[in-house]
């Protein structure tokens, strides 16, 4: 590929962009499309009235001054703590990759370009292998220049990584101590509950943890049944019953209507009514049948409440029986992150789950690599031409080569990457996750495995083994097959970075499906209430893997194809300020994982600098220069002593609550006398949906309703009317503005 196929390439996706962020700057502007611009300010009702004038119709950059403004505070009390981690790895990327990008620009470029014997054409026609470390001839003396680079930048990317973990750690830890009770710290949830046939799940709870946990214990919340199927099940028993009762108020008087409604004969409903009036005599009316319904629906699992932090901290950390298999105990998730869906599979079966799903994505990894080596065989226009002879006319045109290789290749990867995200949740909910959160953990991991995998690793040895017919044939052959491979394939990144970060900031900041759901509930089914519009959740799982397999490649790449990285870094500056917009204006907090996606990138971006370390050496033992070579070792073996330093003194920290914090907490308010208004609290904290009201009361297992809210990724949602409480955060509230008055925070 030379210089004008990459411009090609960079010329229609800015192109796409300015035209898609223009229109945004409109559409955001007109009232019927507030539901979908400013979902989140519907909801905590931040907003001035919106004068109609000719503005509305006329492009404006005021949403990017208003997300450059923004503050990090503001976006804590919007979006929480995840999403200050999110904008945090966006900040942590733009100064590490200034920093690659100044060094390399003005120390490694020209050593790429003048390293060679090859001689040079016209700017536009250069290849761009002539600006790759491919370029240096062997035994240069001047590759002492990518290994000072490959110092300075992993020095400066392990110093920023340390105080922006230290910062989010500490702001981790304010956050807890700050934040109004939270029932999660009083809660821990319980399931493989041993199974008795003389009495229920929750009388078994309550006589276990009353005898082995008797100076804490506060009462508890059993799991019921839930689900579609479920849910069909009870209405049917529901209308069985209201049916029932109706004709025992006629007095048992047989009837044409009341048999048939019954599914018997006239014989048959005098016998039902006679049991009913057997179990009367005995003092069980109602009650009973209650009783019976409620223990026929009872999982196996439990929510059990304590007086006081630090005991269910160590209720959830200890073994509750000499079977681990038995009364397994884990924190409980926050009210509205719990995955109620998923708390009633036997806890046995998990293991099982989570081997199925493994080799499930392995099948679809597997599967995908169709793609990945059709898009690379675009890449190699003269073996394209031998697999399809009737295209030779075709590529000889300047303008379509420019497009098949330049362009095209990384369109349609981008477009089959689409389907990953979804499957991988589906992957997640499978294996058994007990919050949503921890599902969304889950499948941002198995995106962000998948898409290094396939975009960069696949790429790579799919390009190679097309152009070469080669492939190592051991693993200690793997460093100097990537040495080789790499380079190579720079410039097929470099246009990925194009299709794949440009174009889908444009595609995020316009909210295409949510926009033409809206027009079609506006304009076909006539529905104009703002307030029946489905609220979205800020998809992580989609948005961190694609920041971090950026990084990935930009460490990666960044002395052996340096170019790249200055697109890298305008990709990095333009996703800072889209995000931001959508944060605090279109996205709705319904969870909060507490920071749990930071580790992740800490960890990807360890990987990517060790990863860097291990190509360069590769190459630098390719080009023969043992001085370069001997130099990165101690580099790779420092990168490994400061990951490791970094999860003995953070890592602890966001799987588990302090104790010492715990227990200040919970001193604080004893002496403040906020202890009984915790307590009450937690009688309305958990309960999965209206459908276990009824139960609920007889047994004294308390709870409230889960507010109804959709996920954009598919979520299970539990329909009820939310009690609003007056320590929830501000986004477990929806509240309804009307069009205008939003529209006026633009």
């Known amino acids: 590929m030379n210089i004008a196929a990459l411009l090609t390439s960079a010329g229609i996706n800015i192109a796409i962009c300015v035209v898609l962020f223009s229109l945004y700057s409109v559409l955001r502007k007109q009232p019927g499309n507030v539901s979908v611009y400013f979902g989140q300010r519907l909801s905590s009702q931040h907003s001035r009235r919106l004068d109609q004038c000719l503005e509305r119709f006329v492009p404006s950059p005021s ?235 009872e999982c196996p699992a439990a929510f059990v409440f304590f007086k006081n932090r630090y005991a269910a901290l160590m209720a959830a950390q200890t073994f509750q029986s000499s079977n ?23 806890y046995r079966q998990l293991w099982i789950r989570k081997i199925a799903t493994l080799v499930a994505s392995i099948v679809f990894m597997i599967v995908f690599l169709i793609p990945v080596t059709f898009v690379q065989s675009l890449t190699q226009l003269d073996n394209l031409q ?100 790499v380079p190579s394939q720079a410039t097929f990144f470099t246009t990925y970075v194009f299709s794949s970060g440009w174009a889908s900031l444009a595609i995020e900041v316009m909210q295409i499906y949510p926009l033409l759901c809206n027009l079609f509930r506006r304009v076909i089914l006539r529905i104009k209430d703002d307030s029946q519009s489905e609220s979205l959740s800020f998809p992580y799982h989609t948005e961190i893997p694609r920041i971090l397999l950026f990084g ?57 600098l060790i990863f860097a370390q291990v190509i360069a050496l590769g190459v630098f033992g390719l080009k023969r220069s043992t001085v370069a070579s001997g130099f990165t070792i101690p580099l790779l073996i420092g990168t490994l002593l400061f990951h490791q330093y970094c999860r003995q003194r953070f890592l602890p920290v966001f799987k588990s609550n302090s104790a010492k914090i715990l227990v200040d907490m919970d001193r604080r308010d004893e002496h403040g006398g906020r202890m009984g208004d915790i307590y009450e609290h937690l009688r309305s904290a958990y309960n999965q949906s209206s459908l276990m009201q009824d139960a609920s009361n007889q047994l004294q297992c308390f709870g409230h309703f889960e507010d109804k809210r959709n996920d954009k990724s598919s979520e299970d949602t539990e329909k009820g009317k939310g009690i609003i409480q007056k320590d929830d955060r501000p986004w477990y509230v929806n509240r309804t503005l009307s069009s205008k008055a939003v529209l006026g925070a633009k």
Request: aromatic content about 14%; hydrophobic content about 45%.
């Open 63 to 297: 949403w990017i001054l208003k997300a450059w403004e923004t503050t990090e505070d503001e976006i804590l009390a919007t979006g929480g703590l995840d999403a200050v981690v999110f904008v945090r790895i966006l900040v942590f990327s733009i100064r590490i990759f200034s920093i690659a990008a100044v060094i390399c620009t003005v120390l490694v470029l020209p050593v790429n370009y003048h390293g060679g014997e090859r001689m040079h054409t016209h700017i536009p026609f250069e290849s761009l292998d002539v600006f790759t470390i491919g370029n240096v001839k062997e035994g240069s003396k001047w590759l002492w220049a990518h290994c000072l680079a490959l110092y300075i930048i992993t020095l400066a990317a392990c110093t920023l990584l340390y105080f922006e973990y230290k910062s989010i750690t500490n702001l981790k830890l304010v956050n807890i101590i700050g934040s109004p009770p939270n029932p999660s710290h009083f809660a821990i949830l319980v399931r493989s509950i041993p199974w008795s046939s003389e009495e229920s799940y929750c009388d078994t709870v309550k006589k276990f943890f009353s005898y082995y946990h008797p100076s804490t214990y506060l009462s508890h919340q059993m799991v019921y049944k839930s689900g579609t199927v479920q849910k069909l099940k009870d209405d049917a028993e529901h209308v069985c019953k209201v049916i029932i009762d109706a004709s025992l108020e006629n007095t048992c008087k047989p009837s044409f209507t009341q048999c048939w409604c019954s599914g018997g004969t006239t014989n048959s409903f005098k016998m039902i009514s006679n049991e009913i009036d057997i179990d009367s005599e005995h003092g069980r009316t109602g009650y009973s049948d209650k009783h019976l319904d409620a223990r026929k629906k």
């Open 386 to 485: 031998k697999m399809l002879p009737f295209m030779t006319e075709l590529l000889k045109k300047k303008f379509v080569v420019q497009v098949v290789s330049g362009y095209l290749p990384s369109v349609i990867l981008v477009l089959f990457l689409c389907a990953v995200p979804p499957v991988m949740m589906l992957f997640s909910a499978v294996e058994g996750s007990i919050s949503r959160s921890g599902r969304k953990k889950s499948a941002c991991c198995k995106v962000l495995y998948f898409t290094i995998w396939n975009v960069f690793f696949v790429n790579v040895f799919a390009g190679s083994i097309i152009s070469q017919l080669l492939v190592f044939s051991s693993v200690t052959d793997l460093p100097t097959q990537l040495a080789k491979a």
């Open 324 to 346: 681990p298999m038995l009364w397994v105990t884990d924190l409980a998730p926050e009210p509205h992150d719990v995955y109620w869906s998923n708390i009633c599979i036997p």
């Open 552 to 608: 990935f490649l930009g460490f990666t790449c960044s002395i052996l194809a340096p170019l790249m990285l200055l697109f890298l870094l305008f990709y990095f500056f333009l996703a800072y300020l889209v995000y931001r917009n959508q944060i605090i204006n279109v996205y709705i907090a319904k969870y909060d994982s507490g920071g749990q996606f930071w580790p992740i990138a800490h960890n990807t971006t360890v990987f990517s």
